[in-house]
């Protein structure tokens, strides 16, 4: 009985694959180690910082009706964080699921 060669190469060759495949895997992911040398200082902080009030700004807000929690999280969220800027006015629209209704309350 003969053995096809074609096919115990074909055999072969798929086992190196799979082995180099293997040993792909099993190597780490970590960053190899460098010599160590002396920090850089930080930058500075850029002056005037970007919380100082300035012109009034109106944002207008639209957003489907809260029926899932993450939707109301975000009503909510956007709510808080207008309040901690004296210069920022949210004005969100009553919430609806009509696109219709969101954007004529928006105009």
């Known amino acids: 009985m003969t053995q096809n060669p074609g096919r115990r190469g074909f055999l ?3 086992a190196v694959i799979g ?6 895997a099993c ?3 970590e960053p ?7 920090a850089a200082a930080p930058a500075a902080a850029a002056s005037g910082g970007n919380d100082a009030p300035g012109d009034k700004v109106v944002i207008g807000f639209s957003a489907p009706a809260a029926d899932h929690g993450w939707i109301a999280a975000i009503s909510k969220n956007a709510a808080d964080a207008a309040k901690q800027y004296s210069d920022v006015e949210l ?3 009553e919430p609806t699921n009509d696109i219709n209704q969101q ?3 928006v105009e």
Do not use: D, E, R
Not at 32 to 38: E, I, K, M, V
């Open 19 to 24: 082995a180099g495949a293997l040993i792909t």
């Open 103 to 105: 954007i004529s309350a």
């Open 27 to 29: 190597t780490s992911n």
């Open 12 to 14: 072969f060759g798929g």
């Open 32 to 38: 190899a180690a460098q010599a160590s040398a002396p």
């Open 91 to 93: 004005k969100a629209v």
